[in-house]
Nanobody, 128 residues
């Protein structure tokens, strides 16, 4: 089991930026790729981005391509989600997760399998 803890959420104006962090620990950490999901009120949880455990390849939902960047530190324990040009529709609780693979169609992140471990979530609100 992997323990995950997100931080960095908050209130930001449209067009602003935020950087989320996800610190992870646990003996099984090296077995998994890392992903960010989000869930807006009244909507299903959706995959936002994923970074592969194998080679660091990155994948994004079409709605965030060109605005969000996923990265990790050299120890591969902390994963970041840098978000630019935020829009009101980005408002959601953001969760980091471990996943077995980054499922994708080309460069688009399209998760189907359930994530393995979840963080507690961090609220991102984009509003003027």
């Amino acid at each position: 089991q992997v323990q995950l803890a997100e931080s960095g959420g908050g209130l930001v104006q449209p067009g602003g930026s935020l950087r989320l962090s996800c610190e992870a620990s646990g003996a099984a950490l090296g077995h998994y790729s890392r992903a960010w999901f989000r869930q807006a009120p009244g909507k299903e949880r959706e995959g936002v981005s994923c970074i592969s455990k194998l080679d660091g390849s990155t994948y994004y939902a079409d709605s965030v391509k060109g605005r969000f960047t996923i990265s990790r530190d050299s120890a591969k324990s902390t994963v970041f989600l840098q978000m630019w040009n935020l829009k009101p529709e980005d408002t959601a609780i953001y969760y980091c997760a471990t996943v077995r693979v980054c499922e994708s169609r080309g460069s688009t992140y399209t998760p189907y399998q359930r994530a393995v471990d979840w963080g507690q979530g961090t609220q991102v609100t984009v509003s003027s």
